[in-house]
């Protein structure tokens, strides 16, 4: 007689079993429920990390308070990439890496930013794997030329407004 309750039948059954009643109770078993939090390995189809997959050849490329970045392989294509591993450290938020994540997979395809190509977080580690170019950094050219012709200053100036379009614009 009271399919839908869980009292047991030789209980009295007094407003328990209305569809309203068990629609509240449904809203509150389900609003109590603790949600799990989501993460890169709980979303992600593959389980691999950084190191079944790359393997660092000690090359440093820059170094910063939390990061580095160095050259690494795909053991498997032996593509040469660029890796920055993000320490994880206390104040360092784990949001604001996930911010720069967002921001490069925005800007994919741009001819003038590096290319992002994956990302792993691990418990004390990030990895981002990044296309690696050749030719240095913008500032060390800068400072190695000492003066440029108007030209080549537009044409450097007109690059970095483009990239600063797209990265605030989409």
């Known amino acids: 007689p009271y399919p839908l309750c869980a009292l047991p039948p030789t209980t009295p059954h007094t407003n328990c079993c209305t569809p309203s009643s068990l629609a509240a109770r449904k809203a509150a078993a389900i609003s109590g429920r603790k949600k799990k939090k989501k993460t890169a390995s709980s979303t992600s189809l593959a389980s691999n990390t950084f190191q079944e997959i790359y393997r660092l050849t000690g090359e440093v490329l820059g170094e910063g308070a939390y990061a580095s ?57 990030f990895f981002l794997v990044f296309e690696k170019v050749r030719g240095g950094q913008l500032l060390d050219h800068i400072q190695q030329r000492k003066f440029f012709t108007e030209r080549e200053a537009a044409a450097v100036i007109a690059n970095v407004a483009v990239v600063g379009d797209k990265a605030h614009r989409g």
Request: glycine share 4%; aromatic share 12%.
């Open 69 to 125: 970045v160095q050259t690494c392989f795909n053991m498997y294509t032996e593509v040469e990439y660029a890796v920055k591993i993000i320490d994880k450290v206390p104040g360092h938020s784990r949001a604001r890496v996930f911010k720069e994540i967002d921001l490069f997979h925005h800007c994919q395809g741009h001819k003038n930013i590096i290319q992002l190509v994956e990302y792993f977080e691990q418990p004390d580690k």
